[in-house]
């Protein structure tokens, strides 16, 4: 009773640095999205996936990128990090646009 | 922009007690969603709203959204510490895959 699964559950980077939050759903959902949650602000997209080989930018997608090579997972890449980057990062699945989203239990990034 | 304002941010209230928290935007909303969110969770989905004026109940907890689709109010009766908890309203971008979020309304129900 996987659901969506992200790893790591913790990170702390320094700036600068790389890396990859991984995000895995095991529903076979076609839609799947990343959000960033900051104290005061809510949940925000970052990027988001309609199927295999399709992605879009969200609300705030600068400094990140996603790819979507299989239905199961959906990757969120920082490619230099900034500390405006610290925050908890949630992806959330659905079966079609019209379903409520499943999302997974967050990666709590910390970046120095 | 489609914004989502709730309110109160922050409430904290005795076992038994009623509460209403709102969530209200000036734009008009195909469905909204409300959640609740424990600390080291992710988003749990609670109920959507559909309809303008639908009400909906799960068990002590009353959804209502508005007849013109730009709010929604969840009411919580006899509340207790299994309450606890920041509840999050949501409304779809065009799609339920590109959800905008309000910033949470953060219960504290104490025994």
């Known amino acids: 009773n996987a659901g969506v699964t992200q790893t790591p559950k913790f990170q702390v980077l320094k700036t600068g640095q790389s890396m990859t939050l991984q995000c895995a759903q095991d529903?076979?959902?076609?839609?799947m999205s990343w959000y960033r949650q900051d104290p005061g602000m809510g949940l925000r997209l970052i990027h988001y996936?309609?199927?295999?080989?399709?992605?879009d930018q969200g609300e705030v997608p600068n400094g990140y990128n996603v790819s979507r090579s299989t239905t199961e997972d959906f990757p969120l890449r920082l490619l230099s990090a900034a500390p405006s980057q610290t925050s908890v990062y949630f992806c959330?699945?659905?079966?079609?646009?019209?379903?409520?989203?499943?999302f997974g239990d967050g990666t709590r990034l910390s970046i120095l | 922009t489609q914004l989502l304002e709730q309110s109160p941010q922050f409430l904290s209230i005795q076992e038994g007690e009623n509460l209403t928290v709102y969530c209200n935007s000036s734009s008009v909303f195909s469905s909204l969603q409300w959640y609740r969110q424990e600390p080291g969770e992710g988003p749990v989905l609670l109920v959507t709203v559909v309809t303008g004026g639908e009400v909906k109940k799960l068990k002590r907890l009353t959804f209502q959204f508005g007849d013109a689709r730009k709010d929604s109010s969840l009411h919580i009766t006899a509340a207790q510490p299994g309450d606890t908890g920041l509840y999050l309203c949501?409304?779809?971008?065009?799609?339920?895959?590109?959800?905008?979020f309000g910033k949470g309304t953060l219960l504290t129900v104490n025994p």
């Open positions: 529903m076979n959902h076609e839609y």
């Open positions: 996936s309609v199927g295999a080989g399709i992605t």
């Open positions: 949501a409304g779809p971008r065009g799609s339920n895959y590109k959800l905008t």
């Open positions: 959330a699945s659905s079966a079609d646009s019209s379903q409520p989203q499943h």
